[in-house]
């Protein structure tokens, strides 16, 4: 073969090399057996006339060719870097459809949450955290406490016995607050106490929308030397300002309970804007300094050691927290209620 | 209790607004609820001076008038009323407020009236709301000042319009703020002002009185004190208009001039006073005694009552005539015909008192105040009041004298107050003059003494008896606002340890929340029945139930013995709701009555469990998931790794396959020789009785008792990681239907050890081609030791294990 039959060759399928269209995987395969293949391909056996010229136009005829294969090669390569990525789209995943999910999403119940939120500030602040049992006696519950005999909660109108109590006095109760959980703790040691009990508590109330027989309390209670009131409003200005946010109004009130003196409730305003007032003063704990005759009662020198005491309803708070306005519907279980906690 | 804001201004002197005092009884320890408004609403009406009153030039019965109403010019007002007179002082509604007239609110406005502009209108009484006339403008009597806001006007000449109540709360420590002049002493306390008293004078001793009553107490702890005065010639009849609103004005409707004397005074002073027709009491004889029991008493409000043992009986000569510090008796009430009427003013125990009124179920204004506790030295003034203002208002003659029995006189303590314990409780330091400024102040005797206060506890307060009680009174009066907050507090001085109970539970949370449980709270109370039903053995309860005295309710009686019937009711309560999953848990307190020795109250047992329970769909159904209703396994698994999270691996395991009382088919878990709990299908009647559509399972725990053996497995030591290479083996066997898989791999992990390191199955089928009840169980086995093992010694063990299980089980390797 001469050069000049060679170039034409070259340019022949230089055409066919451009022409050839490249849109599949087979194609591609097809384009490389017939341009490139080791054996027969087109490019490849133009090569081998190479040697058949003479030698001063080998040169220019190699060249030409290389150039050629290069393009060859490139057009390969661009094509099968533009149908593998087609390719694997081709396979179709419908990215649209749902995520699979082998459960249900689970969920704590909202006075878990809420007693969770309050526990959690007042761990933050140091408090341990004790429990007690539901069913107590008269002296843990009251007579310990300062209540006096004739005291109304020690009525059967107010509290559910399980043993009666004699004019007042002794009977086994399910238990009206935590803070007995406050005299088991300072029995079994010795100051400096500084803890928080949670749990559920009894009343014996009607059902409605605003009160049920049993509820849930975390109180508190902080004993040592130098502990004064202005501690207790500091400790549950805190707390109020933790749970409720920095810029809650607060009141600090006396107030009057048997176990605590002086006694003081904390309120904080909650903005209604129906209200003529434009919002109104909530109680949401009472508190006090721990009476003498408590710590009396449970051989701790109140003129050495001073303390303070709270005590705060979970239900409440939880119910302002999430606008809950019937107490019913924690007990109930609705999973549409759940669902959304 | 009501307290009227007119009556408190007869004792002291308020210059603060209502919105101001609200706050100041509140800061002081007297909870003011509510806040009304009593009578018509006069806002925006002010006095006006009627300057002078020209003709209307368009229309003949309509007259214009200059009116100065305080501001800059005097306003033109248009009017149609015929008594409308120059130098008049009139009511004027400005431009802007709203009156409420004829059921219609209607608000005023500037407007041409006939083309005169009118600003303001001049009102008749029932524009205002304050009468039904309508006969002409009112016009205002007496001192009026153009301008002032016509509720000043009307509550300045005491026209009882205008008048706020404020609805207090009195906590049991203050029964002397049960009556306004005791809520005024607070006041005036706080306010640095004085304290206005009615002046009583004391009467004379007389014979006159002993002539005609005779007084004696027989149960002297319970009446320490009995004053009566007599008031002859009265004319029981309507009170006057002021006493009428003043008792409106704090929520007690008005009777006749005598009953509504002695309400007056009790809400005045606190004493509860009762005032007997004398000439129903047979042979002018008091006698107060303490009841047997059993007898029978008519009060005045008609109702017949069984008397319990040592009530209060007030008696005359015959029969009881009024329970003492209760309510007086139907057969010696005041009435129309009466003439001479006998003031009962005593002092009555309040223990006594509230023994007495919860047990016959009457609450009055009178024993409200006895079981607080009244002034025990109040009795002969309270008296003297109520006789002068009967004399005044009912035309009657006060029988000279007082008849005061006090055979058994209280006796107050003085009470030490350090100054130096004030900073110690308070944490701040009030001046020694305020303190006991403030405690003269609430009628507290002082005599100092270096830093003692030695303070007389005055009558009207007898809940004060410690020093503690005092720093209280003084810190309400001084504010707790004046504690500084914050405060420099110390970080105490030991950092609490947590609770292993309290994270156990939290991480149970964590697991059962990523398994699509949902927590439950559950009411402690369930029926006697329901109770009885579920205490079983079978559920490690079956023990005697814990019942309340005084239910609330019968679905609520007892003490629930395990939380499994309020997981039923949750189930059935969503199931008749369409919702699902039916996925719960909840942690509670459980109960019975027990012989063995209490950890807390004898005679009960009560401890913590967990319960979980299941029932219907697996899983949400999805596009390529087959649906699947939960079944036993499934819950098994849960708990398998609950227990795994826990670190409890040497738990034992009672397999149960017989239907019990509560349950189909259960295994029990020990951890030594402690049972931890059950996991169980429900019985098949009990899934029907409660509503559920597909089998239910669940698994209750002692909670308490898994927290404890969690921690005792809890310091776990690392074992170096094996580097060396793990081989895995397969073997299938083919074996009887009725072989239970766990004693296969009790055993092939007997044989296996110590090279097999992890043994678990991965395919269980039944196949008729296996022969008729086999099965196929297949095990995925792991060999490891810390040397490279050799295939051989793999071979031989498992060989050793096929062997095992073909002697055993007659199990047959599958090729």
Redesign the interface.
């Known amino acids: 073969m001469e050069e000049n039959s060679l170039n034409t060759a070259a340019a022949a399928l230089r055409h066919q090399v451009e022409a050839a269209s490249l849109d599949s995987a087979e194609e591609l395969e097809h384009f490389r057996i017939r341009f490139l293949g080791q054996k027969n391909g087109r490019i490849t056996r133009l090569f081998k006339h190479i040697p058949q010229l003479p030698p001063k136009e080998r040169r220019d005829a190699g060249r030409l060719l290389n150039e050629l294969r290069t393009f060859a090669r490139a057009k390969l390569e661009a094509a099968r870097t533009s149908v593998t990525t087609e390719e694997a789209a081709v396979q179709g995943l419908d990215l649209t ?2 995520g ?10 909202p ?2 949450q809420a007693l969770a939120a309050i526990k959690d500030i007042f ?1 933050r602040m ?4 004790a ?7 008269d002296w843990h519950n009251f007579t310990a406490l300062n209540f006096p ?2 005291h ?1 909660a020690r ?3 107010d509290t ?5 109590s004699d004019q007042g006095t002794g009977g ?1 109760m ?1 238990r009206t607050h935590t803070s007995p959980v406050q005299i088991r703790t300072m029995l079994a040691g010795d100051p ?1 106490f ?2 928080i009990a949670p749990g ?1 508590v ?1 009343r ?4 409605t929308y605003k009160s049920y ?2 509820f849930h309390q975390v109180e508190g209670l902080v004993v ?1 030397t ?1 502990v ?4 207790l ?3 549950l ?2 707390f109020a300002r933790a749970f409720f946010g920095d810029d809650v109004r607060l ?6 309970f048997p176990f605590t ?5 904390l309120d904080v305003w909650w903005a209604l804007p129906e209200h003529p007032k434009g919002g109104r003063w909530m109680e949401i704990l009472g508190s006090g ?1 721990v ?2 005759n408590v710590l009396e009662a449970v051989g701790v020198d109140p003129e050495r050691y ?1 303390g303070y005491a709270f005590g705060m309803g979970v239900e409440r708070p939880a119910m302002l927290r999430y606008g809950i306005s019937d107490i019913r519907t ?7 209620f ?1 669902d959304q906690f | 209790m009501k307290i009227s804001l007119n009556w408190l201004q007869e004792y002291v002197d308020i210059s603060m607004s209502t919105a101001e005092l609200e706050e100041q009884l509140t800061l002081s320890g007297l909870e003011v609820e509510d806040v009304t408004s009593i009578g018509p609403s006069v806002d925006g009406v002010v006095v006006g001076h009627v300057l002078d009153v020209q003709p209307h030039p368009n229309a003949d019965r309509l007259t214009v008038c200059r009116v100065e109403v305080g501001s800059d010019a005097p306003a033109q007002i248009v009017c149609g009323a015929p008594n409308v007179r120059a130098g008049q002082h009139v009511p004027v509604a400005l431009p802007g407020c709203s009156l409420s007239i004829n059921g219609k609110s209607v608000k005023i406005k500037t407007a041409k009236l006939r083309g005169v502009k009118s600003a303001g209108m001049i009102c008749a009484e029932d524009e205002l709301g304050l009468s039904d006339d309508h006969s002409g403008i009112m016009v205002l009597e007496g001192r009026a000042v153009p301008g002032e806001p016509l509720a000043d006007y009307l509550r300045r000449v005491g026209s009882g319009v205008g008048d706020m109540t404020f609805d207090v709360v009195i906590t049991p420590n203050r029964p002397d703020a049960a009556c306004h002049i005791g809520v005024a002493r607070d006041i005036a306390a706080v306010t640095r002002t004085a304290l206005h008293l009615p002046t009583c004078p004391l009467p004379e001793d007389s014979e006159a009185i002993r002539i005609q009553l005779s007084v004696s107490i027989e149960c002297t702890q319970l009446c320490r004190r009995y004053a009566a005065m007599l008031v002859r010639g009265v004319r029981v009849g309507e009170s006057p208009q002021w006493l009428q609103q003043r008792l409106i004005a704090v929520g007690l409707r008005p009777i006749n001039n005598i009953v509504d004397i002695t309400n007056f005074v009790m809400y005045e002073c606190g004493q509860p006073l009762h005032a007997f027709d004398y000439d129903r009491i047979a042979g002018g004889e008091i006698m107060v005694r303490a009841s047997k029991g059993g007898e029978q008493f008519a009060t005045l409000d008609g109702k017949q009552h069984t008397l319990p043992a040592d009530t209060v009986l007030i008696c005359d000569r015959q029969q009881p005539v009024a329970l003492g510090g209760i309510m007086g008796g139907a057969n010696s009430e005041v009435d129309k015909s009466t003439t001479t009427v006998l003031i009962e003013s005593a002092w009555f125990d309040p223990s006594a008192t509230r023994r007495t009124a919860r047990r016959l179920g009457i609450q009055t204004d009178a024993s409200y105040r006895f079981e607080r506790g009244v002034d025990a030295s109040g009795q002969v003034r309270a008296a003297v009041r109520a006789a002068l203002l009967m004399a005044e208002l009912s035309g009657g003659q006060i029988v000279e004298g007082c008849i005061d029995v006090h055979p058994n006189p209280l006796v107050l303590p003085a009470v030490t107050l350090r100054l130096s314990r004030i900073p110690v409780i308070l944490g701040i330091t009030i001046p020694a003059e305020e303190v006991v400024r403030i405690l003269n102040a609430l009628g507290f005797g002082v005599r100092r003494a270096g830093d003692s206060l030695r303070c007389q506890v005055p009558p009207h307060r007898p809940d004060v008896s410690l020093e503690v009680d005092l720093i209280e009174e003084v810190a309400r009066i001084y504010g707790l606002d004046q504690i500084g907050e914050p405060h420099p507090s110390a970080v105490p001085g030991s950092v609490p340890l947590e609770r292993p109970i309290d994270t156990r539970r939290e991480s149970v949370h964590v697991l059962l929340n990523g398994r699509g449980y949902r927590e439950i709270y559950t009411n402690s109370l369930v029926e006697k029945d329901v109770a009885e039903q579920f205490s079983d053995p079978s559920l490690g309860t079956g023990y005697p139930v814990v019942e309340t005295l005084n239910p609330v309710s019968t679905s609520m009686t007892t003490l629930r013995p395990t939380l499994l019937p309020g997981l039923l009711k949750v189930m059935q309560f969503n199931t008749h709701h369409g919702q699902s999953p039916l996925r719960f848990y909840e942690f509670g307190h459980v109960f019975h009555r027990t012989a063995e020795q209490a950890v807390y109250i004898d005679g009960y047992a009560e401890y913590e469990t967990l319960i979980m329970g299941i029932s219907g769909p697996i899983r949400p159904k999805a596009w390529d998931d087959k649906d699947r209703d939960a079944d036993f396994f499934d819950l098994k698994g849960d708990i398998e790794h609950l227990l795994a999270a826990f670190g409890l691996s040497d738990v034992r395991v009672q397999y149960h396959n017989q239907s019990e009382a509560i349950t189909a088919c259960q295994m029990t878990l020990f951890y030594h020789k402690h049972r931890l709990g059950c996991i169980a299908q429900l019985h098949p009647d009990l899934q029907r009785q409660w509503d559920l559509r597909s089998p239910a399972y669940f698994a209750e725990f002692n909670w308490t008792r898994l927290v404890l053996h969690a921690e005792e497995n809890s310091r776990r030591k690392f074992t170096p990681v094996n580097r060396h290479p793990a081989a895995d083996r397969d073997i299938a066997v083919v074996l009887p239907s009725s072989q239970s898989a766990g004693p296969l791999l009790e055993t092939i992990r007997n044989v296996g050890a110590p090279l097999l390191q992890d043994v678990r199955v991965f395919d269980l089928y039944e196949d008729p081609r296996l022969g008729s009840r086999k099965k196929s169980l297949a095990f995925a086995l792991r060999f490891g030791a810390r040397r490279t093992l050799r295939d051989r010694e793999i071979d031989r063990k498992v060989g050793q294990v096929v062997k095992a299980l073909h002697e055993l089980y007659g199990a047959e390797l599958r090729s």
Not at chain 1, 126 to 129: D, I, L, R
Not at chain 1, 131 to 137: C, S
Not at chain 1, 261 to 265: K, Y
Request: net charge negative; glycine share 6%.
């Open positions: 459809l749902p699979r999910s082998n459960q249900w999403p689970g969920s704590r119940h006075i878990t761990i140091g408090f341990a955290v429990e007690g049992p539901e069913i107590e006696d005999v004739d109304p009525d059967m109108q559910l016995f399980v043993e009666a086994v399910l400096p500084r803890l559920r009894y014996n109330e009607a059902i027989c049993l040592d130098g004064t009131m202005a501690d409003k500091h400790t200005f805190g009141r600090f009130r006396p107030s009057f003196e002086p006694s003081a409730e300094m009476h003498p001073t924690f007990y109930e279980n609705d999973l549409r759940l």
